[in-house]
């Protein structure tokens, strides 16, 4: 959709705006959702925020007509609001606390809109909304990469059963949202937090010129069940892949230059039940089980390369990639010495 077209949208839903804003007491309004991100279509509805000073507001969204397009109406209050971001502002994000994120998917949902929204009625309270988004941008857009690697973490097990099972229908359904939550982590890691998942693929485009869209579809359509177990393994590696590089794309000034797109061979292979997130100052690789192993973001950049390939092979990929990260210094010895470290622990599996 071209922008002019976006813009008579926008101000459609901004005399819809101005429209209740005569009927009932109105601070401001925003219009957020696919079409202020860049992703809409055609046929995307336009979707308007009005935020109230007051408690009082009318029940559940409304719906009008405008210009041959639907304008859905949704009430928050200023109060509403501000709780929302200083609970997403305010949470201290531990290995220990993962599960205290899992509920506030609809809040990250909230904010993601927020961020890439257009103001139709402005207001004094609504630009300090703003500048408090913009403060703790960094923060919150951590949170959202930890929350998709947690999504993918919450179908590995049923993964893991329907494939032991040979049941591929069960685990491809899985799989697809195993590898449609890592690709959102991978492009939030970018700094594309859109929330939505049906957009994955135009933000896939946009957002991340060093993926290769056919192994996406590849993974996220199921067509890996031909391959039976080395199939679901190549998806289980493709998608701690993107985690990965999400998670040192994170505790990086630079987003990683390139990523293994090969994950065959006899060599050291990562575990593929652990899932990768940024924690703090490193990467935390989680397992169902429980244990829980943190990474410097140079071992991690190591254990990211273990997808099969021999020992040297490993080395050469690890030492191009690091070389193209600023501050991130790795000699030949200390990657092998790693490789060995990852083995012993367990985290790397070697033939």
Request: hydrophobic letters at 45%; proline letters at 4%; glycine letters at 8%.
């Amino acid at each position: 959709m071209d922008q002019e077209e976006i813009g008579k949208r926008i101000a459609a839903a901004g005399q819809v705006a101005a429209d209740l804003a005569r009927q009932t007491p109105v601070d401001s309004a925003y219009v957020a959702g696919s079409l202020t991100a860049g992703l809409g279509n055609a046929k995307s509805d336009v979707d308007l925020f009005i935020l109230s000073a007051s408690d009082s507001m009318p029940d559940g969204p409304v719906q009008f007509a405008r210009d041959g397009g639907r304008v859905d109406v949704e009430w928050l209050t200023l109060a509403q609001a501000r709780r929302v971001l200083d609970a997403l502002a305010g949470m201290d994000l531990t290995r220990q606390r993962l599960v205290e994120l899992w509920p506030h998917f609809d809040d990250l949902d909230w904010y993601a809109r927020f961020l890439s929204s257009v103001d139709v009625i402005n207001s004094p309270a609504l630009e300090k909304l703003r500048a408090k988004t913009k403060d703790v941008r960094q923060h919150i857009d951590d949170l959202i990469v930890v929350r998709w690697a947690l999504g993918y973490n919450s179908s590995l097990e049923d993964f893991h059963g329907a494939v032991i099972e040979h049941d591929y229908d069960t685990a491809s359904y899985s799989g697809s949202a195993m590898t449609v939550a890592s690709a959102k982590a991978y492009v939030a890691s970018l700094g594309d937090i859109y929330i939505g998942h049906k957009w994955v693929y135009k933000q896939l485009r946009r957002s991340a010129p060093l993926l290769d869209l056919s192994a996406f579809s590849y993974y996220s359509r199921g067509h890996w069940v031909a391959e039976g177990d080395e199939g679901a393994n190549r998806m289980l590696s493709y998608g701690q892949t993107l985690l990965g590089a999400a998670a040192l794309n994170r505790l990086a000034d630079t987003p990683l230059p390139e990523l293994p797109t090969v994950f065959d061979g006899s060599g050291p292979r990562r575990a593929t039940e652990f899932v990768p997130m940024s924690i703090g100052d490193s990467v935390l690789l989680h397992h169902e089980s429980g244990r829980q192993v943190k990474l410097t973001a140079r071992v991690a950049l190591v254990w990211l390369w273990c997808t099969g390939p021999d020992l040297e092979t490993v080395v050469e990929n690890v030492l191009s990639c690091a070389a193209a990260l600023p501050g991130v210094s790795l000699t030949a010895s200390q990657v092998r010495t790693a490789v060995e470290r990852l083995v012993q622990s367990g985290l790397v599996r070697s033939a």
